[in-house]
């Protein structure tokens, strides 16, 4: 059955162009210019889709939606706003629109929340939707790596919010490559060329953390003897990156949540009020779950932070990933060291490092074949390397030191009943079944001196 989409938005020129968009794609659309108009077809139609501008000429936007999930649960809601709109536009996904655009609407990330769509509810996306998804949602993203079922859908999930300002926590264990993945939903996005800023959560103290989160003016304090611009005025209409949120300290916590609220903020000091209109990123490797039930981790910064989430699976749960890995920090790791790229058998790799656990993940991965790099005796990585980065003794190695050859095996078991009987020969012969002359003669072949 054919899907249908209802569009209620004040813009004709709005209308027009998703109704070429829709009808593209094989949609039955139908338009509104009015809210409460647009609400009443909704009733009767029941859409899949509505595409619902929250600021209407006669109704508030939330409100159109809060009447939709509430009547007619079953049908999807993406909010268009402005970038200004960003409280209302958090509020209507609490409220359950199903994703959220900014004005003008970039098909892309249309198609991109048709795709979504897709996926939760089986409806709206064909084989040619698909395939303008592969196209501008490379898998690869070039240089985050990986192929496995886990990865592509971090990747799908970076494409989902690259264009938006959407608010994105990032979760994983360390060294899962959770800055990689912040630097991605920026630099991959529409606003790369404003600023990334990375806020090191683990070292803010309390006391300083307003004056480098807001900055002041000078004279705020004694000491301030200049005005320090701080890191989200800084960040402008860029990102600011909370990295390692978890370590945030609570009373800084509180300042954070005030911020993220109001969306303004004074430099200490100051009476001036600014507004912010970066991107919020965070990301942390504590079980903030646990934190939050043990008070360390306030529950309302967490759901303001976890507008979309992003879980970056262990390096144990995506071993397919090795390979491509290997392959790509191995020329990474040769062009920062200088040294000549390595070439390794892909197989042989494959087969010893799929057995460790990887608890430090991608980035231990990438310190042992720094080191198999750096120790390696030829362009050739050899098991051997690849063992001793890894600290181990190699498969073959520890063969050949439980196997000898059998003229030692001979003599060392000589000298061993030699020894057991206090180098009493007639014995000795006894018990190796052999003459004297013959004793006599492998003690010379041996080098076996006389009792040691
Ligand atoms: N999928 C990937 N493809 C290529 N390189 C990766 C990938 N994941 C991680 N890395 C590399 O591994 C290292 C660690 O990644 P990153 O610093 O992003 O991890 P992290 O999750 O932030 O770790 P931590 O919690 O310890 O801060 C970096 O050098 C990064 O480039
Ligand atoms: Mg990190």
């Known amino acids: 059955m054919e899907s249908n989409v209802l569009v209620i938005d004040d813009q ?162 360390s060294g899962t490559g959770k800055e990689l993945i912040a630097k991605a939903i920026h630099f991959q996005g529409i606003y790369k060329k404003q600023p990334f800023i990375v806020m090191d959560c683990s070292t803010l103290v309390d006391t300083l953390a307003e004056s480098e989160l807001f900055g002041y003016e000078k004279g705020a304090f004694t000491g301030a003897d200049s005005t320090f611009v701080g890191r989200l005025e800084k960040a402008g209409d860029g990102t600011i990156f909370f990295d390692e949120i978890g370590e945030m300290p609570l009373q800084t916590q509180s300042k954070l949540l005030r911020f993220l609220h109001e969306k303004e903020f004074v430099r200490v000091g100051s009476t001036k009020v600014i507004r912010s209109n970066a991107r919020i990123l965070a990301a942390t490797n504590r079980e903030l779950d646990t934190m939050m039930s043990q008070k360390s981790f306030r529950e309302d910064l967490f759901h303001r932070l976890s507008v979309m989430t992003i879980h970056v699976p262990p390096l144990r749960d995506r071993k397919s990933d090795i390979p491509l890995l290997a392959d790509y920090l191995i020329k990474k790791i040769s062009a920062q060291t200088h040294m000549q790229v390595k070439s390794f058998d892909s197989d042989m790799l494959t087969h010893i490092f799929s057995r460790y656990d990887w608890p430090g993940n991608v980035r231990q991965l990438e310190n042992t074949l720094t080191r198999a790099v750096l120790m390696a005796k030829s362009s050739l990585l050899t098991e051997e390397d690849l063992y001793a980065a890894l600290g181990k003794i190699s498969e073959k190695k520890q063969k050949s030191e439980l196997f000898k050859p059998l003229c030692e095996v001979e003599k060392d078991y000589i000298i061993k009943v030699l020894d057991a009987f206090d180098w009493h020969f007639g014995k000795t012969c006894r018990i190796l079944g052999i003459t004297r002359p013959t004793l006599r003669s492998k003690l010379k072949k041996y080098n076996i001196g006389s009792k040691r």
């Open 12 to 173: 004709p020129s709005i209308l027009e162009s998703m109704n070429v968009f829709f009808q593209q794609r094989g949609w039955m659309v139908y338009t509104s210019l009015k809210g409460l108009k647009g609400l009443a077809m909704a009733r009767k139609l029941k859409p899949d889709l509505v595409i619902l501008d929250i600021k209407l000429p006669d109704i508030d936007g939330l409100v159109v939606l809060e009447k939709i999930k509430k009547e007619i649960p079953q049908t999807q809601v993406i909010i268009i706003t402005a970038y200004q709109d960003m409280e209302n536009t958090i509020a209507s996904i609490k409220m359950g629109a199903f994703e959220f655009i900014h004005k003008p609407i970039d098909i892309h990330e249309m198609d991109a929340a048709l795709y979504k769509l897709s996926k939760i509810s089986g409806k709206g996306v064909d084989v040619k939707n698909q395939q303008i998804q592969g196209k501008r949602f490379n898998y690869d993203m070039s240089y985050i790596v990986g192929k496995s079922m886990a990865m592509k859908e971090v990747f799908k999930k970076i494409a989902l919010v690259t264009d938006s300002r959407v608010t994105v926590l990032i979760q994983g264990e």
